[in-house]
């Protein structure tokens, strides 16, 4: 018998046919996140791997029964993906997976487009936590859709395919930075500066018609917009390209938005394995990283009023079906960085390679604004790991006066549900390029999977 705890190595554990698996599973997930770079692009592509598996749209009050498989969409950037069990649903409650599907980017501002030293610029308002300095000189792709004029909505997306132009931020060059290099890493690029060049070329129809008017004729041309119409619309700058394997060995992604796509993925791979016996709710959330208010962020009455209906057409109390329903808050955490270890505490820190990590509370330093998991319920997911021979460990996000963050689970929480955080590491998190580890993906998923199966 052990009687030390030792985190394992997955990739050490693993025999030949498990390492097949955890890099057969990268692929698929890797697919998902390269349509999924915003919160309206991981709703529509979870709504076709939903239909291609038989499920099928829900709304309030519809009449269901035990093994329908549905989704509820709400807004297009948030959805709520269900499989409703043989058990009682009024006695085992629903196992709730909760991950949140919006990253950290660069939205455009209502009025957005100008020009300047004959170039033409949009302008941008940051979005979530970021490091402004990481934005300028990477290729950017534009996404989202413009709301014309009577409702019309239309979708752009450009930057991503290998024949599009891509948008970029420009830097000041060493030769002329000198102030610049004075100032603080969070000073030296301001947020009003952190806008991307569109265009440089002018019509040429008339002379007095410089750049602006070229850019505006383009996207009429191909879209319809005129410039009021962006202060109708969901536009934002993201990293182009795809997610892209990293090291000799392949063993780890580079990508945008594993925060939080690297949870949502496994938790929606892992309903769609599930048994079938209790009822199971996968949650693609939308404004996490800007506090998770707005009719599509976790703090939304939504998910009450969807579990209620749930629970009425199946003939259950929606109270007591809340009060034994149990939840994992599947966020991400900070894999610990051996270039900055000043900022981790070793012995409580999560590592890559190590599997998905167990985080009893997040927030800052006195556990300020965090749900601060019960020994009963981080035991329950213990038992359900452990059971089925999952590599797993635990973590924190760091040292506990360095600073703090949090995740969606508070608020699952105050509607009296048992939650948990559980998530997978993640390398340069926040950045436009992250990194995680295809062990630690695949562990997410067989966690997933060995709670939802859990009875």
């Not at 991307?196 to 007095?208: L, Q």
């Not at 090291?247 to 929606?268: N, T, W």
């Not at 990283?289 to 199946?314: F, H, N, P, W």
């Not at 630690?440 to 009875?455: I, T």
Request: one cysteine or more; charged letters at 25%.
């Amino acid at each position: 018998m052990e009687y030390e705890y030792t985190r394992k190595n997955y990739f050490k554990e693993a025999d030949e046919q498990e390492r097949k698996a955890i890099f057969d599973y990268a692929e698929g997930y890797k697919q998902f996140l390269f349509t999924s770079k915003t919160e309206r692009g991981a709703c529509a592509t979870a709504v076709e791997l939903c239909r291609e598996r038989g499920y099928r749209s829900y709304m309030f009050g519809d009449k269901i029964k035990a093994g329908d498989k549905l989704y509820f969409v709400n807004r297009d950037k948030n959805i709520f993906i269900i499989r409703i069990g043989t058990n009682d649903v009024e006695k085992c409650g629903i196992k709730i997976m909760a991950a949140h599907v919006d990253s950290p980017r660069l939205d455009l501002k209502p009025n957005p487009l100008y020009e300047d030293g004959g170039l033409a610029f949009f302008k941008t308002h940051y979005y979530g936590g970021i490091k402004k300095y990481q934005w300028p000189t990477i290729p950017l792709a534009l996404e989202g859709v413009v709301v014309l004029r009577g409702g019309k909505r239309v979708s752009v997306n450009v930057g991503d395919d290998e024949g599009d132009p891509i948008f970029y931020i420009t830097d000041l060059l060493p030769h002329l930075s000198q102030e610049q290099n004075e100032l603080k890493l969070g000073k030296a690029i301001s947020g009003e500066s952190l806008n991307a060049i569109v265009g440089a070329m002018p019509d040429g129809a008339e002379e007095k018609e410089g750049v602006k008017a070229a850019v505006l004729k383009l996207l009429h041309d191909k879209y319809g917009i005129t410039e009021i119409d962006f202060q109708t619309s969901e536009l934002c700058f993201v990293p182009a390209g795809k997610p892209r394997d990293v090291g000799f060995d392949r063993a780890l992604i580079s990508a945008y938005g594993h925060d939080d796509k690297v949870c949502a993925y496994p938790e929606m791979t892992a309903l769609f394995e599930g048994d079938g016996k209790d009822t199971v709710m996968a949650i693609f959330a939308d404004k996490e990283e800007t506090g998770s208010q707005g009719v599509t962020g976790m703090q939304s009455r939504v998910i009450l009023d969807l579990m209620d209906s749930v629970s009425r057409a199946l003939g259950a109390d929606p109270i007591l079906v809340r009060y034994n329903s149990k939840c994992i808050s599947a966020d991400v955490c900070a894999a610990f960085d051996p270039e900055y270890a000043s900022v981790y505490e070793k012995r409580n820190s999560s590592y890559i390679n190590c599997g998905a990590s167990v985080t009893k509370y997040h927030g800052a330093r006195g556990k300020a604004s965090t749900n601060d998991a019960s020994a009963e319920m981080v035991g329950y997911v213990r038992d359900a790991l452990e059971d089925n021979g999952v590599i797993y460990q635990t973590g924190e996000l760091g040292k506990i006066d360095i600073g703090g963050g949090g995740t969606v689970a508070m608020y699952i929480a105050d509607l009296g549900i048992d939650t948990l955080d559980m998530g997978v590491p993640v390398l340069s998190m926040h950045a436009p390029y992250e990194i995680i580890s295809k062990a630690d993906l695949y562990s997410m998923h067989k966690a997933m999977l060995a709670f939802v199966n859990k009875h």
